[in-house]
């Protein structure tokens, strides 16, 4: 059984900056690729930033410059650096492990934590 528990959302002003967590658990669980999605109001789910073992990350244009996937594969943890967060950032966003860093296509998901960006 392998558990995605995120934590680090909150509301914050246009402009601001918040820091994502997500602690992976279940034994040996060491996966390729790991990442975040988000689903906006009325939006669909979208990917948006992933990262390999090796440190190699791919993002979404959208929030390209302003987020930065990091991890600690020692602790199994990964954060996503948010810096100059706009209104359209607000949604809930997930961590996942994903099939493919170019697709950004989600095999498995967390619960999700809310991110409000108010303009």
């Known amino acids: 059984q392998v558990d995605l528990v995120e934590s680090g959302g909150g509301s914050v002003e246009t402009g601001g900056s918040l820091r994502l967590s997500c602690a992976a658990s279940g034994g040996t669980y060491s996966p390729h690729c790991m990442g975040w999605l988000r689903e906006g109001p009325g939006k669909e789910r979208e990917g948006v930033a992933t990262i390999n073992r090796r440190g190699s990350t791919t993002y979404a244009d959208s929030v390209k410059g302003r987020f930065t996937l990091s991890q600690d594969r020692a602790k199994n943890t990964f954060y996503l650096q948010m810096n100059n967060l706009k209104p359209e950032d607000t949604a809930m966003y997930f961590c996942?492990?994903?099939?493919?860093?170019?697709?950004?296509?989600?095999?498995?998901w967390g619960q999700g934590t809310q991110v409000t960006v108010s303009s």
């Open positions: 996942m492990e994903c099939d493919d860093q170019l697709t950004m296509a989600p095999r498995y």
